[in-house]
């Protein structure tokens, strides 16, 4: 069964980055997209992007591109998402997904980044 | 990008009377490639269609999915006290992955 573990809650300052990381366990790690999604306090989800491991190429929503990097560790099973020039407005849940095939089948705990003076 | 509008935005019923969602997509889906998601407070989405119609494992046959190219449905047949909760629709035919703004289903 295939398990993904997210790092935990973080608070930032305004300006500055934050890294979450989600370590998969179970099932193949390099063959299966990874999604990054978020969700503001109250409100809906939001595609942020994705990275294939095994391609190791990675593509972004408009919203978010220069901001945010999705990388993938293969030797650990671990995909990171770092956003930076963070402003309050970014404060979320930001989760991990993954793909089988059709749809996102397993998701992470979530992650609360709180981005706050 | 497509963009998916969902369809109410509060759908308000009772236990065992059927629910109908809807999701229209600003262009078509490719392939079908459309899910639908559970979320309930404080819990991540829950998987329950993908490919527009085909039931993610372990879901209730309560729950299907119908439609192709720009709208879909999603349908309950029998609502059950724990199907109470937030439903989304996905694309995952085209980059970005977008999701609709979801309807809330609450006990009337």
């Known amino acids: 069964q295939v398990q993904l573990v997210q790092s935990g809650a973080e608070v930032k300052k305004p300006g500055s980055s934050v890294k979450v990381s989600c370590k998969a366990s179970g099932g193949t790690f390099s063959s299966y997209a990874i999604s990054w999604v978020r969700q503001a306090p109250g409100q809906g989800l939001e595609w942020m992007g994705r990275?294939?491991?095994?391609?190791?190429?990675?593509n972004y929503a408009q919203k978010f591109q220069g901001r945010v990097t999705i990388t993938a560790d293969k030797s650990t099973s671990t995909a990171y998402m770092e956003l930076s020039s963070l402003r309050s407005e970014d404060t979320a849940v930001y989760y991990c997904?993954?793909?089988?095939?059709?749809?996102?089948?397993?998701w992470g705990q979530g992650t609360l980044v709180t981005v706050s003076s | 990008e497509i963009v998916l509008t969902q369809s109410p935005g509060t759908l308000s019923l009772s236990p065992g009377e059927r629910a109908t969602l809807s999701c229209r997509a600003s262009q078509s889906v490719s392939s079908s490639y459309l899910a639908w998601y559970q979320q309930k407070p404080g819990q991540a989405p829950r998987l329950l269609i993908y490919?527009?119609?085909s039931r993610a494992t372990g879901i209730p046959d309560r729950f299907s999915g119908s439609g192709s190219g720009t709208d879909f449905t999603l349908t309950i047949s029998r609502l059950e006290p724990e199907d109470f909760a937030v439903y989304y629709c996905q694309q995952y035919g085209s980059s970005p992955n977008t999701f609709g703004q979801g309807t809330k289903l609450e006990i009337k």
């Open positions: 990275i294939i491991p095994i391609l190791g190429i990675a």
């Open positions: 997904a993954r793909t089988s095939g059709g749809g996102y089948n397993y």
């Open positions: 490919g527009a119609s």
